[in-house]
């Protein structure tokens, strides 16, 4: 399958990589020669060039593409791009060509509520609409339970996956296998979807394995409540997290109000502190600026007297999503040395989301890999739509299947599908008798039913032999 990718930042060759894991037919497209350059790596074809020109689009096969990714800076050259690719490819397309999927990255929010309200594909020619900020604050908001926590990925239906390190205090599970483990753990051993050992490749573990100290693993779990036991299993200290949390928002952009928000909707009481008096004014004469537990400063962040004048050290957590990646890891900083105990960062660089837990700050979140996940997930959409990739797992990666009538094995327990070991069914996500969605643990005596979304974790280059299996 040929994907073409408009734009060769950091969004485009994550992408770019992610899919040439998988095999795909990639072609990056890009006017800064720079972004070009440092492409030429990538083991896929780059064009320098105008992606909104038709003879580029002619240049790198808009004719045989089947997907069409606009993943610039900006919206509107991204809408515009999506629409001249559709035009060029019915143009070119043979009698036996599939249509072709136009996916486009945006930060407008009306983007979204026009593509919510179906009438973005009528106008833009547009087949969908990535704004990564929504799953950005979803993953902000649950990693933020624990400092020992490297990554959450949310799966929908109050399923995530957790990423974190098997320490030496795990005295019940280590040079142990996983089966022997198990029987020491009440309730049983959590589900590990992915492993990685420093100096060797990641694997998707099976019951004889053996855990040492130091290995990274994604677990799957269900409800935010079941976080500590995870913890706790695996070394971790454990701390319980407030019912009714205050939240001190630093920044009353559209990233903090749309923060601030998200945890209105959970009750907490929510203070936001913004240096700009008009930007400050702005969010207390919006809807939100009513709710009474919401609570509007006019100040410095970084000012020591104002910060403990509102009391900052009350605040149970403390949230910096400036458009400065440093300005804000600075808030976040000053708000953890006077004494909130739990931090959380919105970013801009991958490289400073590292960084930044071992400068104590509780959870960070790179918001452009929630971008690459979000897209790659509409460009699996043949499956259930599902996509992530493990961040400190290298190679793992997590698919959404659907379980259709004609599949051998619907109908059929686990236990009985013959899966082989390479894959490891996560979750079963499956409409219950009210008519809402559930996850649910895939033991081995559990029936698989016609219409189950199966989230399943397994090596990029098996993705393939996957989709065959399910008949996609």
Not at 410 to 419: H, N, W, Y
Not at 444 to 458: A, M, P, Q, V, Y
Request: aromatic residues 4%; negative net charge; glycine residues 8%.
């Amino acid at each position: 399958m040929r994907i073409i990718i408009g734009g060769a930042g950091r969004v485009g060759t994550d992408m770019a990589r992610a899919l040439r894991a998988e095999d795909m037919d990639v072609v990056l497209v890009d006017s800064d020669s720079r972004a070009v350059k440092n492409a030429q790596n990538l083991d896929v074809l780059v064009i320098h060039g105008d992606l909104t020109t038709r003879n580029k689009l002619h240049e790198a096969g808009i004719g045989e593409a089947e997907v069409f990714v606009a993943a610039t800076n900006s919206d509107e050259r991204n809408l515009l791009a999506c629409a001249l690719a559709q035009h060029a490819h019915d143009e070119l397309k043979s009698s036996k060509a599939k249509p072709l999927l136009t996916i486009c990255r945006v930060r407008n929010m009306n983007y979204v509520h026009e593509q919510d309200h179906g009438k973005l594909q009528q106008w833009a020619k547009v087949d969908y609409v990535v704004n990564p900020l929504e799953g950005a604050i979803r993953r902000l908001h649950s990693g933020l339970r624990s400092a020992a926590i490297e990554e959450v990925i949310p799966f929908g239906h109050d399923a995530f996956i957790i990423e974190l390190d098997v320490t030496s205090e795990a005295s019940k599970i280590v040079f142990q296998s996983l089966r022997d483990a198990s029987r020491n753990i009440e309730g049983g051993m959590p589900l590990i979807v992915g492993l990685k050992r420093e100096g060797e490749k990641s694997l998707v573990p099976d019951g004889d394995f053996m855990l040492m100290p130091n290995d990274r693993i994604a677990v799957a779990t269900t409800g935010l409540s079941s976080f500590n036991r995870i913890l706790n299993i695996f070394g971790h200290e454990a701390t319980d997290f407030p019912a009714q949390p205050r939240v001190a928002v630093l920044g009353a952009n559209r990233i903090g109000q749309r923060i601030a928000h998200d945890w209105l909707k959970t009750g907490a009481s929510v203070t936001v502190i913004e240096r700009d008096l008009q930007l400050a004014n702005t969010l207390a004469g919006t809807e939100i600026g009513s709710n009474p537990l919401l609570e509007v400063i006019h100040g410095d962040h970084l000012d020591r007297d104002i910060l403990t004048e509102i009391g900052i050290s009350e605040h149970h957590i403390a949230i910096a999503a400036l458009e400065d990646d440093l300005a804000s890891i600075a808030a976040a900083l000053l708000a953890s040395d006077m004494g909130v105990q739990r931090t959380g960062l919105l970013l801009y660089d991958a490289d400073l989301v590292k960084v930044t837990q071992r400068m104590g700050i509780t959870f960070a979140v790179d918001r452009k890999r929630v971008a690459v996940d979000n897209m790659l997930a509409q460009i699996h959409t043949k499956t259930a739509g599902g996509y992530a990739i493990l961040s400190n797992i290298p190679n793992i990666i997590g698919v959404s299947m659907l379980v259709s009538g004609e599949a051998k094995f619907a109908g059929k327990r686990i236990i009985e599908t013959g899966f082989p070991e390479w894959m490891r069914i996560a979750f079963i996500q499956r409409l219950n008798t009210n008519g809402i969605w559930e996850s649910l643990r895939p033991s081995s005596d559990k029936t698989l039913l016609e219409g189950d979304r199966l989230i399943i974790f397994c090596s990029p280059d098996r993705v393939v032999e996957l989709e065959k299996r399910f008949k996609v």
